[in-house]
């Protein structure tokens, strides 16, 4: 047990280090691709809310979509499909083999292609229980269109989103596991070369879950510190 | 977009769909099983299954798929113990380890969706059957669960379309779901469009079946919630607090 | 404190020092009275006074601190539980009990998963273990008692309020108890639907059934009633024959009541 422990320290042997890249690693595309999904939500929500006919209809048809297929799948059509296109291009510029897009960027990708279904319900019904005179005081004074969005519906929305926010966050960062597949050393594929080389699956996916975990907990303080203070003033 | 190699590629993909069907419904099936034993236990708060259930939900949920998946899978391999036990027919097997990781994460997520059902069975017809003499299982299998499974229905249809999604992770432990079939298209023809949509559409169609039977249940079962009469229901107006 | 003749068998409610509390606040101070077999007992009183609490200790839906309850001959004995409070010594007997006592909700509370016969037979035919076609038959019977025979095969949500009471009056008669509860039967009910309610109650007292109502009725109570009861803040105030209870100038605060 203790050499277990130990196996995961900060020596010249030790895969902490490792674990820890990995971990960082499992963050940065989640948020990438939080962040991705997030600017999308946005713009499919307002497609769905104050779009035409064809807008609305097209929206509907990315969320109904994005929402009934694997995630799996979308990461297989970033990676591969990427390297489609990539790959004639990097062959003019005297490349060889298979070109794609780093798994980051492939995983950043599908994971923001799918979380902004997700997203774009949220922001959809978080703006629904906005109550409506809340916005209509600040038309009232006169306040710009921009100048309205920015400063009063925004806000508002994203106090009522923020529970919402949270869930698909979690979402997205179990989905994150899923890039390994892409090769980017997030944790899930830093613990399977940790366990082909040790020959300690268990161990290194234990730690895998381990690490999520601890990830998840630090997530939920977080969200629950940020709907605190967004609720400030609220009955 | 090759629409003859769209076909022939849809056409090998229908293989697929039996693994992840059976894959998908015995899991949530079993799953069920084990979500209702864990809501009951919580709603009842029978220490100390209680902590344990919480810990066991807590930790299903808030790990990915993934990482359950190859514990079971290749995890387990890792132990003596278990590679001499007689369970180690089963666990070597990719389709027992696949159906065992879904089962216990449906689970989780199931037992939450049933805590909240059973929870939110009016309190008023609880205690009707009550004064009637009822208690215990009776009153339990009679009026608390089948209320309770009316409620679920919505909430446990949208955890069935989440199953057939989920089981597209069996591809990543050898198995031949329709995700495992169309990897290995692509791996072959680098053609991801033809074959991303060719499998999204076996996906979509499965989910949108699965929608309408579900819809369907939820219909039967409620022969009640079609148009109610007019002048239905309890008067707001002269509800009392009692002391 | 009752003024018919003592009777010869033992009172088919009684109850001694009953004390019930909610935290901190004491609601039942102290409850003796006793129910004849027949007897029709109006117990009326403002919210907070205790009565629909009483009512609850009588078939055990809330336990007492303090005091006994005997319904027909038998006693729920209760004995103390960790974490304070008492529990019924044998949930068994208190079922068996329940099922002799039918009580009709102020919310109706009618199974809504369930017909309108399906919730009159529900406690016969699973509970008691009668005969499912006796119980459908005893079923329609009394659905035609209280009126609401065609609504038989309909569901709960598509009745009206007062078909809704009727129906519940109607799934209590049909275990056959030896008293009959009601709490606050037409207090959640539209002005127009309380008269149908009203009439099958009636109905009942002129049958010679033992019934306890708590009620906000006054002219009602004084009209079928043997015993009124008028409870303030958790005692009995006042208890007898509806001419003494409501005679002019005998007590302010119920006075006061019944003209408020």
Redesign the interface.
């Known amino acids: 047990m203790l050499e277990t422990l130990a196996m995961f320290g900060f020596g010249p042997d030790g895969w902490g280090p490792a674990m820890l890249r990995a971990a960082a690693n499992t963050v940065a595309v989640a948020a990438a691709g939080f962040a991705l999904g997030g600017g999308l939500g946005i713009l499919v929500a307002w497609a769905k809310i104050a779009g035409n006919a064809p807008l609305r209809w097209l929206a509907a048809g990315y969320t109904t979509v994005l929402r009934g297929i694997p995630d799996l799948l979308v990461i297989y059509l970033f990676y591969f499909g990427s390297g489609l296109l990539l790959t004639p291009i990097a062959h003019m510029f005297g490349a060889e083999g298979f070109v794609s897009l780093p798994g980051f960027l492939a995983g950043m990708g599908a994971i923001g292609v799918v979380s902004g279904a997700y997203h774009a319900e949220v922001i959809r019904g978080a703006f629904y229980s906005v109550s409506t005179g809340e916005l209509e005081a600040a038309t009232a004074i006169g306040m710009p269109r921009l100048l309205k969005f920015r400063r009063i519906t925004l806000p508002l929305v994203a106090r009522h989103a923020l529970p919402g926010l949270g869930n698909v966050w979690q979402m997205v960062l179990k989905e994150s596991a899923l890039i390994s597949v892409t090769g980017l050393v997030e944790i899930m594929r830093q613990a399977q070369i940790g366990s082909s080389f040790t020959r300690q699956p268990f161990t290194f996916y234990f730690a895998a879950g381990v690490l999520f975990l601890t990830i998840t907990i630090l997530s939920g303080l977080i969200f629950n510190r940020l709907e605190h203070r967004y609720s400030r003033g609220r009955a | 977009m090759d629409f003859e190699f769209l076909s022939q590629t849809f056409l090998k993909l229908l293989h697929g769909i039996p693994v992840t069907l059976e894959l998908a419904t015995l899991s949530l099936m079993l799953g069920a099983c084990l979500a209702l034993a864990f809501a009951v236990i919580r709603v009842r708060r029978i220490r100390p299954l209680n902590w344990l259930v919480i810990g066991y939900v807590y930790v299903f949920r808030g790990t990915p798929l993934l990482v359950q998946l190859f514990i079971i899978y290749y995890g387990l391999a890792q132990f003596p113990e278990i590679r001499s036990s007689f369970a180690w027919t089963y666990l070597r097997e990719p389709y027992w380890c696949a159906l065992l990781a879904l089962t216990l994460n449906t689970a989780a997520y199931g037992s939450e969706i049933l805590r909240g059902a059973l929870l939110s069975v009016p309190r008023g017809q609880i205690m009707a059957a009550r004064a009637c003499g009822m208690s215990g299982l009776l009153l339990f299998r009679r009026i608390s669960f089948p209320i309770a499974l009316r409620q679920a229905l919505p909430a446990y249809g949208n955890e069935f379309i989440l199953m057939i999604k989920a089981t597209s992770l069996a591809s990543l432990v050898t198995l031949a779901d329709v995700t495992g079939i169309a990897a290995r298209i692509i791996a072959e023809t680098y053609r991801p469009v033809e074959v991303f949509v060719a499998a999204g559409t076996i996906y979509l169609a499965l989910s949108y079946g699965l929608i309408l039977l579900v819809r369907l249940a939820e219909i039967r079962l409620n022969p009640d919630q079609r148009e109610p009469a007019p002048g239905a229901g309890v008067s707001a107006a002269r509800k009392e607090v009692n002391p | 404190m009752n003024q018919m003749t003592p009777p010869a068998q033992p009172p088919a409610v009684s109850v001694r020092g009953l004390r019930k509390r909610y935290g901190a606040l004491e ?1 039942l101070k102290g409850i003796d009275f006793d129910a004849h077999r027949g007897e029709v007992v109006s117990i009326l009183g403002s ?7 009483l009512l609850r200790c009588i ?1 055990m ?1 809330e336990i007492p601190e303090d005091g006994t309850v005997t319904v027909d001959g038998t006693e729920i004995e209760l004995v103390a539980q960790r974490g304070g409070g008492r529990r019924p010594a044998d ?1 068994r007997a208190m ?5 002799r ?1 039918g ?1 009709v ?9 369930k017909t309108v016969l399906g919730n009159v037979i ?2 016969p035919t ?3 273990k009668r005969p499912r076609a006796e119980c459908i038959a005893e079923a329609r019977t009394l659905l035609d008692k209280v009126g609401i025979a065609d609504k038989a095969d309909q ?7 007062g078909q ?1 009471q009727r129906a ?1 009056i109607a ?1 209590a008669l049909a ?1 056959k108890p030896a008293v009959m509860l009601f ?2 039967p037409t ?5 127009e639907l309380v008269g149908e309610v009203l009439r099958v109650i009636r109905a009942l007292a002129e049958e010679g059934r033992t019934m306890l109502i708590v009620t ?1 009725e006054v002219g009602f109570a004084r009209d079928i009633s043997d015993t009124v009861i008028f409870m303030n803040e958790g005692v009995i105030e006042e208890s007898g024959p509806p001419e003494e209870v409501f005679a002019a100038g005998n007590n302010t605060r119920l006075a006061r009541f019944i003209e408020g």
């Open positions: 609601v919210s907070g006074s205790g009565k629909s609490t078939n839906l949930t079922d068996r009990m329940r099922a006592i009580m909700f102020q919310d109706f509370n009618l199974w809504s998963h529900e406690a699973h509970v008691q569901y709960p949500s598509r009745l009206s309020g809704q519940a799934r275990m709490d606050e207090s959640a009910l539209d002005p906000h």
